[in-house]
Structure formats: C-alpha cells, structure tokens
C-alpha cells in the first residue's frame, strides 16, 4: 500500500537508480522521474564542492573496501583516516557509557585522540524546560535533562574532527546532529527494549511485534 506521501522508495521493486540510466523502466512515483531538476541540482553540488566530495568520496571508498567486511566500529576508523580526522568526539547516553568507554579504548589503541562527553552533562532539572513531575521516568525524584546541545558544544570547544554518536535517545540524537559542528556518524542506537537492536522490532513485527501495526 503506498502512503499518503510524495516520497514512495520503500514501496519500489524496481531499483532503478541503482542501475544505469535507462537500463530499467522506474515506476511513476519514482524521485528520478518526478523530481528532476532537484536531483540536477544536487549532482552539481557533488561535482563543484570541495568539502561535500572531501567527505563523500571516502564515505564511497569505504563502504566499498570493507563491504561485508568490516564491523560498523571499523569502518568508522576507516572512514575518520581517509577524511583526515584524527581528533573523534564521543557523545554518549550515560545509559550507554560502558559501550562508549569501551569505543573510546578501541580509537584509542587505534591512534585516535578521543574526547567525549554524556548526555546528562549541565545537570540540567527537566522541570526548567517545562516537564511535569508526572511526565518524568520516576516523579518526585531529580531528573537531569539530558543535553545533547551541550555535548555537540563542548566536543566543538575540543576541536573534534568527526562525531561519533553512542547511544543517544530519539529526539536527543536530532538535536545533536543539528548542532554538530563535525560531521557526526552513529556508531549505535539506543533501543532499551531490543537491546539495541531496533531492526529486531521491524523483523518480528509479524509477530512478537505485531502491536507495531496498530494504531
């Protein structure tokens, strides 16, 4: 069923981008076919910017020499040498702290200069930003707003080369890419349910997750 939406790929069988032009017929709702002078545009940015091909080209480089290869932990280091940065900014959930410390060790052993810094930094109470008691994991107990605008900042301040995210919530990870001003990967999600794991959800959503369906 196709939804309401303009932008359709999920629902295409057909794949024709990843072919070259004109060796398959895309379907009508395709962005190849409808969006055009868009994509024109956007192919000029990656041929006339210095600093979009600086991080494009080896992001192509890498996914190709270590497909299927590599860990997601390696191509990070993989990707961080081709694009010069040997300063990587950690930000981490401090639900997560074990993954980030153990990741901070790896880059670490690796060569890498590591900062990094959790989410609940500022110790900032949830109730400053308007949450009520209520609205809090356990009310009547000090919550600390986790503050990824702080974290994004303070890995700036250190002169971070590329972000690497360990573990941020929803909605705290947008913030963070919003104002990072490194480029910023994921190295994991969080999901405390699946531990970690959130395609889980998507692959059992015929089953132990069928309430996914309901609305």
């Given at each position: 069923?196709?939804?309401s939406?303009?932008?359709n790929?999920t629902?295409?069988?057909v794949q024709a981008c990843?072919?070259?032009?004109g060796?398959k017929?895309?379907?009508s709702?395709?962005?190849?076919l409808?969006?055009?002078?868009?994509?024109d545009?956007?192919?000029h940015?990656?041929?006339?910017?210095?600093?979009?091909?600086?991080?494009?080209?080896?992001?192509?480089?890498t996914?190709?020499a270590g497909?299927?290869k590599?860990?997601r932990?390696?191509?990070?280091?993989?990707?961080?040498?081709?694009?010069?940065?040997?300063h990587?900014?950690l930000?981490?959930?401090?639900?997560?702290?074990?993954?980030?410390r153990l990741?901070?060790?790896?880059?670490?052993?690796?060569?890498?200069?590591?900062?990094?810094?959790?989410?609940k930094?500022?110790?900032?109470p949830?109730?400053?930003?308007?949450?009520?008691?209520e609205?809090?994991?356990?009310?009547?107990?000090?919550?600390?707003?986790?503050?990824?605008?702080?974290?994004a900042?303070?890995?700036?301040?250190?002169?971070?080369?590329?972000?690497?995210?360990?573990?941020?919530?929803?909605g705290?990870?947008?913030?963070?890419f919003?104002h990072?001003?490194?480029?910023?990967?994921?190295?994991m999600?969080?999901?405390?349910?699946t531990?970690h794991?959130p395609?889980a959800?998507?692959?059992?959503?015929h089953?132990?997750?069928?309430?996914?369906w309901?609305s």
């Amino acid at each position: 069923m196709i939804s309401s939406g303009d932008l359709n790929c999920t629902h295409c069988r057909v794949q024709a981008c990843n072919h070259q032009p004109g060796e398959k017929k895309p379907p009508s709702f395709c962005p190849n076919l409808c969006n055009r002078d868009l994509l024109d545009d956007v192919r000029h940015v990656y041929l006339s910017d210095p600093e979009i091909q600086r991080l494009a080209v080896p992001a192509a480089q890498t996914e190709a020499a270590g497909y299927c290869k590599d860990t997601r932990i390696e191509e990070i280091m993989a990707y961080a040498r081709r694009i010069e940065a040997s300063h990587l900014g950690l930000a981490c959930c401090v639900g997560t702290q074990h993954e980030g410390r153990l990741a901070q060790e790896i880059f670490v052993a690796n060569g890498f200069l590591v900062s990094s810094v959790v989410c609940k930094v500022g110790s900032i109470p949830k109730e400053d930003v308007g949450l009520a008691d209520e609205e809090k994991i356990r009310p009547g107990q000090f919550e600390a707003l986790c503050n990824p605008i702080a974290q994004a900042r303070l890995l700036a301040n250190a002169g971070t080369q590329l972000n690497v995210l360990v573990g941020l919530c929803v909605g705290h990870d947008s913030l963070f890419f919003r104002h990072s001003e490194a480029p910023v990967t994921v190295l994991m999600v969080k999901d405390r349910v699946t531990g970690h794991n959130p395609a889980a959800a998507l692959y059992t959503s015929h089953s132990y997750y069928r309430r996914l369906w309901e609305s």
